[in-house]
Nanobody, 114 residues
Framework: QVQLAESGGGLVQAGGSLRLSCIVSGGSFSNYGAGWFRQAPGKEREFVASISWSAITRYADSVKGRFHISRDNAKNTVYLQMNSLKPEDTAVYYC????????WGQGTQVTVSS
């Protein structure tokens, strides 16, 4: 059974930065990909970024050049560095690992004020 725990969310002004962390327990973390998704109020959950087991990354167009996903296999952790934050980035951010599995964390709230 895989369990995920996100942290690092908070309130930040537009233009600021946050780093989210997702600690993954159970399974063989180094053998699978992980991703970040977000869900804003009244909207569907959407893809933000992913990183494969071999560290190949993908990003949604809306965050390219501002967000950076990385992983530390020794710590079973995937990170999301978010820079130049915008009010439209406000959402609950969720970690998913293995990618496309049914395992999700509880989410961490990110609020960007204008």
């Amino acid at each position: 059974q895989v369990q995920l725990a996100e942290s690092g969310g908070g309130l930040v002004q537009a233009g600021g930065s946050l780093r989210l962390s997702c600690i993954v327990s159970g399974g063989s973390f180094s053998n699978y990909g992980a991703g970040w998704f977000r869900q804003a109020p009244g909207k569907e959950r959407e893809f933000v970024a992913s990183i494969s087991w071999s560290a190949i990354t993908r990003y949604a167009d809306s965050v390219k050049g501002r967000f950076h996903i990385s992983r530390d296999n020794a710590k079973n952790t995937v990170y999301l560095q978010m820079n130049s934050l915008k009010p439209e980035d406000t959402a609950v951010y969720y970690c998913n690992a293995p990618m496309t599995s049914s395992f999700w964390g509880q989410g961490t709230q990110v609020t960007v004020s204008s």
